[in-house]
């Protein structure tokens, strides 16, 4: 069958769509651990990410006028700011912590809420998530929602009114990959809202098996930021997310237990 220009576009328009707005990229980027403003600039840049992360407590967007400001070098006018409640252990801080990026950032009411529960693991602390979580969307927020790989737990974050539900493939910033692919996928099977994997891709082959098992994007910083060529990195889990994004949608072969010869014998004119 010929493939047409009708066939390629829809092959390729593959966008990814949060809380009604489309993205062309399927990588989200934190902006933290970076040596300076200006690798963090160019890793970004180089990832090719459309939406950033902020950890509102920990970076300044406004709050301290005599500081450098991430907001002059990754300019919200280009990307979609996505603040976040890192360092936030109760509902009540993630709340304020939310409120606070609102304030600083004219109204935005995108967000991703985490409320940890563990400095050890930096585990999420369920209760207090759904708590957080229930109380922000009733304010107006679009919560993407950071937890754990429970089935259970995303489905009711999802029912809830979260926008993305971004489970965890390790502890945050651990680098240790996807632990637990069985309970990612059971997620992405039953999801409603967009999957995203959020904490433990430490390299390139990590991002394209999320990917593969069919979340919708993933969310990483110290894979990038803690590589010994941050930028170098990035472009590689630009690729890789790219990569692992159309093995998916292609459909892998089956795994047989025997191999088969690439040029059947069936058919053959001897």
């Not at 709340?95 to 930096?122: F, N, P, Q, Y």
Request: proline share 6%.
């Amino acid at each position: 069958m010929a493939v047409t220009a009708e066939t390629i576009r829809k092959t390729t328009n593959d966008p990814l769509v949060i809380a009604g707005r489309s993205y062309t990229s399927r990588l989200l980027v934190g902006t933290g651990k970076y040596k300076d403003l200006d690798q963090t600039r160019r890793a970004v840049e180089a990832s090719g990410a459309q939406i950033i992360t902020i950890a509102v407590r920990r970076t300044n967007i406004g709050q301290n006028p005599d500081e450098p400001n991430l907001t002059e070098i990754l300019p919200p006018s280009k990307y979609t700011y996505l603040p976040n409640t890192a360092g936030c252990y109760s509902a009540e801080d993630a709340i304020r912590t939310c409120r606070l990026a609102r304030e600083l950032l004219d109204g935005h009411d995108l967000v991703k809420l985490e409320v940890l529960g563990s400095e050890k693991t930096l585990y999420p602390d369920i209760p207090q998530t759904l708590s957080a979580a229930e109380t922000l969307i009733a304010d107006g927020f679009k919560v993407m929602v950071y937890t754990n790989d429970d089935p259970i737990v995303a489905r009711r974050f999802a029912e809830m009114g979260c926008v993305a539900v971004m489970p965890l493939a390790a502890p945050i910033g651990s680098g240790l990959g996807i632990r637990n692919p069985y309970n990612i996928r059971f997620i992405v099977e039953e999801a409603t809202v967009p999957v995203l994997v959020d904490a433990g891709v430490g390299t390139a082959s990590d991002a394209a098996i999320a990917m593969e098992l069919g979340c919708d994007g993933v969310l990483m910083n110290t894979a990038i930021a803690a590589a010994q060529n941050p930028v170098l990195m990035a472009q590689a889990m630009k690729k890789a997310v790219e990569a692992g994004r159309e093995a998916y949608r292609a459909g892998r072969m089956p795994r047989k237990q025997y191999g088969s010869p690439s040029s059947p014998l069936g058919g053959t004119f001897f």
